[in-house]
């Protein structure tokens, strides 16, 4: 896999828009600036994934409500009625449908994310060792 790519809109006229493979690749011949730029890549990718995760969160609280509202609505005047009859009222509504999908789809965003968090923790150990073996090859050097 060459690509990895992730496209994200927060808010109608903020897209991000990244590669995560191209992202989280390590320069081995230039790991002082790779070292530099580490914490900035974390941070980024840490923040759209929080971002993603209260859009998700505020998503399923709206959801939560959408069914009370609807089954409010279902049974606002009857005297006796099915809780089967009222979750296929909720199911078929459109509204309810709608946000459902919503929440679905931020929810694979944020999935995506979460490996993207873990994977840039991975890539910090991962520099971490290139350097830990550089100053170690050099050392090596130094002394023969």
């Not at 296929?88 to 509504?93: D, G, K, V």
């Not at 309810?96 to 150990?125: D, I, N, P, V």
Request: charged share 35%; hydrophobic share 35%.
């Amino acid at each position: 896999m060459n690509h990895a790519p992730v496209v994200i809109r927060l808010y109608p006229k903020e897209v991000q828009k990244a590669d995560l493979i191209q992202a989280l690749k390590i320069d081995r011949h230039n790991l002082e600036r790779e070292l530099l730029k580490q914490p900035g890549k974390y941070v980024w990718w840490a923040t759209l994934y929080s971002e993603v995760s209260r859009r998700v969160d505020s998503l399923e609280e709206k959801l939560g409500r959408l069914e009370a509202k609807l089954a409010i609505e279902f049974t606002e005047g009857k005297k006796s009625y099915k809780v089967r009859d009222v979750k296929y009222y909720i199911a078929n509504s459109h509204r309810y449908q709608k946000l459902q999908t919503e929440l679905r789809h931020w929810k694979a965003s944020e999935r995506t994310l979460k490996f993207a968090e873990k994977g840039f923790t991975q890539r910090a150990s991962m520099l971490q060792s290139y350097s830990a073996n550089t100053r170690g090859e050099r050392k090596a050097t130094e002394d023969d």
